[in-house]
């Protein structure tokens, strides 16, 4: 079903301003703003995980902070593995560490898929408020974990020495990291539009709509939340470990209960499930911290001001505000 | 937007210095001004700034901003202090886990870093670092001088206490590397815990004749309140954090008598000490903690260096840094082979003067104290 | 192990479940009357310490600073559902969370801008100073005897409240039918903010007798905050009974898991290496035993209205 949105001009000027950024930036030489360009993509492709559960399948996870960081301890505990040459286990097999991006990102989206797997199958069978504090639950299970597990650095978290490898490309160059993590987004991008109108995407917002009607065409709506749950918390991951490697650092921070706000706030910031609610939302929200805490010390006010304005002003986000409140599904 | 504070900040006109200093120089301080722990954050930058303005140097630029306690800005602030405003020094870090993700990165990229607080082990060790120095102390000094300290006093039987997080362990571990009696007990809490009448109530019950405990902030303000209230009687030792100015008025009291270890004190006998606690009372209306007074340190360290040596000739502007030819609020200040203090530890006692809690000396626990990583560091 | 020690932290555990218990329904209240998520709940626990704190420091009084956390927490409550929540009613619940969020920011950098950076001093009230004998040679202390005791009254108030008087009445018609109350002529609006400004004045409260104990500062607010909204989850969302119930299990798994398994662990592992698994599990715990209770009760224990 293909349909032609108001929106979609939008979507296109977001994702051109986005890649613009740092191209004016080096024409500028003012590469910080390269970093922040990827910043924005970054947190973009966690909320369009986020997203594809909250979005189109109406799963408030207020744990997605725990996919996040599960990923960023994937790129800092495997590339310390590779430089330091210990292997990470040596029971049943011997696996070593890596600093192939190529080689972090499948175990990152895996490790979240698999947690997911887990959390969700027991999350799911709760729904409204339950659900959103379950899965609060299990994120605070793992942060207090990581805070606790002295072998990666506990609260100090992990440094990462270098920025991990992709084949061809040096990484440390900012603009190359930038184009990784912006290529990686348009990618989501895709896959969350191509899974929002096929059958699957069809049948999870339904069951977000209404669950009595999905069951009476005799679909029943766990698996399909369950494997929606699964996709959103493997891309939140794939943008933890980019995360990690934007800071070559990872904290229990990025699992804490704060960061799953912060994803919520992206998402709604944006456009709760519009294709590029997150892109625009993640522009936004980085814009707002640069700009206020380069203002005032008392930032964190005004930014709270401006976040209420929106949910009480601006429904439907920024897209919303742009491109009308035509809602999709 | 940005908020770039000029030496000429308290209503001075900027104008031209008549001096001749080698070379304009720009330091960005990213501190922790919002949120639970801005206390310390603002203390440092207060303390920085007015070393700065008594200097009447026009070619030291601060830009000042607020990391909110988050590693992660930490970082984003610090790839934009060095690659937007184009700083030569870094300063200004609170906590450990924050310095861990900012400094091996700002000085892998060539740039100075001078902590001001925080001085995680690693830092001090293994991964020390030729542009990194430290202006406080190495994490475990002060828990080092206590556990002197306890030996001196003749306790030989205490119980430890610390939260549960790699600055928790060190603090633990840097105590007991001193203190040769035995432990009637050994906790580690939660991080971030307010309530501590179960661990209370275990000091309580094993019949230890001393107390240590390294709670920094609120739930060191915490622990003192609700120990006070529980009538457990047995004495208190602790690090100078958990009993310093910025904290003391909160815990009320409850803190007369306990007995502290610091690298400062506001009653320290030098000339430099006077000036500056006088003149941080008269321009902030409060008196110093002892974060203020390693913003202080820090500040006059970098202006000592400054009219040395142009920031960007590295290595002699580093060879100045490390000759440490500056009159420090502690009297004596030297740095070990690994950039961080050789330095007295004093043991303090919090008293009441007036109205106002605070400490006084009351001895030397260590004196020209290094650190226990310093021959791991290979500089 | 001797059992002074233990009846100690089975009290302690107590008297932290009456703390959250005092969070925790004015929260499950909120959710039950009128849908609403709040997460600035936390941040109205702070407002009554600072309030009480300020007002104590100025007048030497502890009551006096009682009551002003309350009318300060009720106050900002009543406020905060006028200008903010009112909006939020028939919004989803992800609006609500967005909102409330930027509430907590809005709350605690207003607070420090009026308070400054630095904590804040509060002590117990010198009547409630000291420690009581229990039988078996216990002893404990005074004042947290007394937030046991007040817990307990407000806990039975409430439930007068609810059952015996036409304002109760109106939030159990609240609760089950939204609609029908409005139907029946009774002003749903100021219903709403005589509820919302009740469930802040019980955080207030909290934060008012935990502030004597603890640091007033900001920030105060949130790790409180996630443990009230764990309770009410495990006790079934609008249940004030979930809540009491869910309030001890969870004050009583935290304190006593942090006391015992350690210990436990201890046994197993050695001292220092026991310790260290035991204080990482500890914290966990009662988040371990919310995901359990949730697994096997989707709805909490005592689930409300359905």
């Known amino acids: 079903m293909k349909r032609m949105r108001a929106e979609t001009p939008i979507n296109f000027l977001l994702a051109g301003l986005l890649l613009l950024v740092p191209l004016a930036a080096l024409a500028l030489e003012e590469p910080f703003y390269i970093t922040l360009a990827t910043r924005m993509a970054i947190l973009a492709l966690a909320a369009v995980g986020l997203n594809l559960a909250l979005g189109l399948g109406g799963l408030v996870s207020f744990g997605h902070a725990a996919f996040f960081g599960i990923g960023g301890y994937t790129a800092g505990i495997l590339s310390t593995h590779a430089s330091n040459a210990q292997p990470l286990m040596t029971w049943p097999i011997e696996i070593g560490g890596s600093d192939n991006m190529l080689v972090i990102w499948p175990v990152a989206v895996v490790l979240s898929g698999l947690v997911a797997l887990v959390t969700g199958a027991i999350s799911l069978r709760t729904s409204g408020v339950y659900f959103i504090m379950i899965t609060l639950a299990f994120a605070q299970m793992i942060y207090y974990f990581a805070t606790s597990w002295p072998a990666y650095g506990g609260e100090d978290g992990l440094s990462l020495g270098l920025r991990n490898a992709f084949p061809g490309i040096n990484t440390a160059l900012p603009l190359n990291f930038f184009l990784i993590c912006y290529a990686l987004l348009i990618a989501a991008l895709y896959l969350f539009a191509r899974i929002r109108d096929s059958r699957f995407g069809t049948a999870l917002q339904a069951a977000r709509q209404n669950q009595v009607r999905l069951a009476a065409v005799g679909i029943s709506p766990f698996p399909i939340r369950l494997a929606a749950f699964v996709l959103s918390a493997m891309m939140t991951g794939l943008a933890g470990s980019l995360f990690a490697d934007l800071n070559r650092f990872v904290s229990p921070s990025m699992l804490s209960w704060q960061m799953s706000g912060e994803l919520i706030v992206l998402v709604i910031l944006g456009g709760t499930g519009r294709l590029f609610g997150p892109v625009a939302g993640a522009m936004l929200f980085v814009l707002f911290e640069f700009i206020l805490g380069g203002f005032t010390e008392r930032w964190q006010l005004f930014l709270g001001l401006i976040l209420l304005g929106v949910v009480l002003f601006a429904r439907g986000g920024l897209l919303g505000l742009l491109a009308g409140k035509v809602r999709h599904g | 937007m940005k908020k770039t504070l000029v030496a000429g900040l308290f209503g001075l006109a900027v104008s031209v210095s008549g001096v001749a200093f080698a070379e304009p120089v720009k330091v960005g301080m990213i501190t922790t001004l919002s949120g639970g722990g801005a206390g310390l954050g603002i203390d440092v930058r207060d303390g920085f700034l007015l070393a700065i303005k008594q200097s009447g140097n026009k070619d030291i630029e601060v830009v000042v901003e607020d990391d909110a306690m988050k590693p992660e800005l930490a970082v984003q602030i610090a790839d934009k202090m060095i690659q937007s405003d184009k700083v030569d020094i870094l300063t200004g870090i609170i906590w450990s886990n924050l310095a861990m993700a900012v400094v091996p990165n700002a000085v892998a990229q060539g740039k100075f870093y001078l902590s001001p607080n925080a001085g995680p082990s690693a830092l001090a060790g293994a991964k020390c670092d030729e542009n990194y120095f430290n202006v406080a102390w190495q994490n475990d000094n002060l828990h080092e001088g206590m556990g002197n300290y306890a030996n001196t006093a003749g306790y030989k039987n205490s119980f430890i206490l610390a939260p549960n997080y790699p600055a928790g362990t060190d603090a633990l571990t840097g105590y007991k590397r001193f203190y040769k009696g035995e432990l009637a007990g050994e906790i580690y809490t939660k991080l971030a815990q307010t309530d501590y009448a179960a661990e209370i109530a275990q000091i309580r019950a094993s019949g230890a004749d001393s107390v240590y405990i390294f709670l920094p902030g609120g739930m060191g303000i915490a622990f003192m309140k609700q120990y006070a209230q529980s009538g457990v009687g047995i004495p208190v030792l602790g690090p100078g954090f958990s009993f310093d100015q910025d904290v003391l008025g909160a815990i009320g009291d409850a803190a007369i008598g306990v007995k502290n270890t610091s690298q400062w004190s506001k009653d320290l006998d030098n000339p430099t000490n006077k000036t500056f606690v006088e003149t941080f009372q008269a321009e902030y209306g409060r008196l110093p903690s002892l974060y203020a007074s390693q913003g202080y340190d820090t500040a006059s360290l970098i202006l000592s260096a400054a009219a040395k040596a142009s920031v960007k000739d590295a290595d002699a502007f580093r060879a100045a840094l490390k000759a440490a030819d500056f009159k420090s609020v502690r009297g004596d200040f030297k740095f070990g082979n690994n950039h961080h203090p050789i330095q007295d530890i004093y043991v303090r006692e919090v008293v009441k003067e007036g109205d106002v809690l605070t400490n006084k000396i009351i001895g030397v626990s260590l004196e020209d104290h290094q650190d226990a990583y310093a021959s791991e560091c290979k500089m | ?306």
């Open chain 3, 1 to 306: 192990m001797q059992t002074t020690l233990l009846i100690e932290q089975i009290l302690n555990g107590v008297q932290f479940g009456v703390m959250l218990f005092l969070m925790a329904a004015g929260l499950t209240l909120i959710f039950g009357v009128m849908g609403v998520i709040n997460l600035a709940h936390g941040s109205l626990y702070m407002l009554g310490a600072f309030a009480c704190a300020a007002v104590a420091t100025a007048t030497g009084s502890f009551w006096l600073g009682l009551m002003a956390s309350l009318a300060a927490a009720a106050a900002a409550g009543a406020i905060v559902e006028l200008l903010v929540i009112r909006r939020l009613y028939d919004r989803d619940h992800l609006d609500q969370v967005l909102a409330t969020f930027a509430l907590i920011l809005i709350f605690s950098e207003g607070t420090r801008w009026l308070f400054g950076s630095f904590p804040l001093y509060l002590n117990i009230p010198p009547v409630l100073s000291g420690a009581v004998d229990l039988p078996a040679g216990a002893r404990y202390q005074l004042y947290r005897l007394a937030i046991i005791l007040v817990g307990i009254a407000v806990a039975i108030g409430l439930y007068l409240l609810i059952s015996k008087t036409r304002l109760g009445m109106r939030i159990r018609a609240g609760q089950s039918d939204r609609e029908m109350i409005a139907a029946l002529g009774v002003d749903i609006r100021t219903l709403y903010t005589v509820v919302f400004a009740l469930g802040a004045a019980l955080a207030g409260l909290a934060g008012a007798m935990v502030g004597a104990l603890q640091s007033v500062q900001v920030g105060m607010g949130e790790p409180v905050l996630i443990l009230a909204f764990v309770v009410i989850v495990i006790g079934g969302i609008g249940s004030i009974k979930g809540a009491l119930v869910g309030a001890a299990l969870v004050g009583l798994v935290d304190t006593l898991g942090r006391f015992l398994l350690p210990q436990f662990f201890a046994l197993f592992l050695g001292p220092s290496q026991g310790t260290t698994v035991g204080a990482a599990l500890a914290s966990m715990l009662i988040y371990i035993v919310m995901a359990l209770i949730l697994a096997v009760r989707p709805r909490g224990l005592f689930a409300a209205s359905t």
